[in-house]
């Protein structure tokens, strides 16, 4: 078990430094809406929204080293006319994978305009377009790396030569990050809607080299994404959703559904409670299309407050090590809609 938990962590920290198509990702990818496509920046029913993300993964291998991804975000719109809209907002996030603190952080901004298409405030079609702009900074120890050539036969050791071509001085590097979307929305009342977006990040494709004499571009990532939310009744719906990213050789795609319950409408009080299962199949250059995960979510929507959580099963090849367990996650939002007109409904996001 002690040479699986090695070659697990081993395997997991190389694939974070050496493998191009690396990006964070939210179970909850809704709830995160300015990390996943910049057309959502403002697309509320409100003037503002404050998001927090975290996601912590492999703590049943790696501990203390575990993966873990937090964000946080400002969004807010302003009326154009009498039914479009303009959207601002900046993201913050930050990523630090295993032993080898191989780190991300980035910040940047995020603007959209959504154009009414057609219809009137409860029934209304929307096209969005977005873009963004944002600077980054990876950092990496090398000091912390382990590689084949450390292995005795019986465990790691650190004294042995590595002969790695790394430059400790250049541990760090910043670099400018570029992405736009698209979103169509269609709301036929309150509760009810759909709509389907793409998004396409790293257009400038960035270089990633800890050496200033290569280049490796990090790969462009295109993304679709959908769902709607649909009531049987005054008090139970579905909310389904799906997102599919392509990145270089890798495909990852989520879907799933949650049930909605609304537990309470009141003039001062809009409650509502949703549990959902979803799935996470994903590809990569040595492997065809295979499960990766379970998704179990859970959210509560009380007034502007909104709080999820998630967990993870993992299901992929990985199962023997992490005995099935995947990462967790914790997602809040709060909307701000002092002096808001509803000049038409969106989707809840």
Excluded at 156 to 165: I, Y
Excluded at 205 to 213: E, I, K, R, T, V
């Amino acid at each position: 078990m002690r040479l699986k938990t090695l070659l697990f962590s081993a395997g997991l920290l190389l694939s974070a430094v050496f493998v191009q198509a690396q990006d964070i990702h939210f179970s909850q990818f809704y709830m995160s809406p300015t990390n996943l496509n910049p057309a959502l920046t403002g697309v509320m029913n409100c003037n503002g929204r404050a998001t927090v993300n975290y996601r912590s993964q492999w703590q049943s291998v790696l501990k203390t080293n575990a993966f873990n991804t937090i964000s946080a975000s400002y969004d807010g719109r302003t009326a154009v006319g009498r039914s479009d809209f303009f959207g601002y907002g900046i993201t913050l996030w930050g990523d630090e994978a295993g032993e080898s603190s191989f780190s991300t952080k980035q910040a940047k901004a995020s603007f959209s305009y959504s154009k009414r298409m057609g219809g009137y405030r409860s029934r209304a079609h929307y096209l969005v377009a977005g873009a963004e702009l944002g600077m980054a900074q990876r950092s990496v120890n090398f000091l912390n790396l382990r590689f084949g050539t450390q292995f005795d036969g019986e465990g790691w050791d650190g004294s042995r030569a590595t002969n790695e071509p790394f430059n400790q001085n250049n541990s760090s590097f910043n670099f400018a990050d570029i992405g736009a979307g698209l979103l169509w929305f269609t709301v036929l009342d309150e509760n009810t809607n759909f709509f389907v977006g793409a998004s396409f990040n790293h257009l400038n494709a960035p270089n990633q080299s800890f050496n200033n004499d290569v280049n490796v571009q990090l790969d462009s990532k295109f993304a679709i994404h959908g769902g709607g939310e649909f009531m049987f009744n005054r008090s139970v719906g579905l909310v389904p959703g799906f997102v599919a990213f392509f990145q270089g050789p890798s495909t990852q795609i989520n879907a799933g559904t949650s049930v909605k319950f609304i537990v309470g409408k009141q003039t001062f009080a809009y409650q509502a409670f949703l549990v959902g299962i979803w799935a996470r199949v994903s590809k990569d250059f040595n492997s065809g299309m295979a499960a990766d995960a379970l998704i179990f979510s859970s959210r509560f929507d009380y007034n502007n407050f909104t709080f999820g959580f998630s967990y993870d099963a993992n299901v992929s090849s990985l199962r023997p090590a992490s005995n099935a367990n995947g990462g967790f996650e914790l997602s809040m939002a709060y909307k701000i809609c002092s002096g808001f007109k509803r000049d038409v409904y969106c989707p809840r996001f």
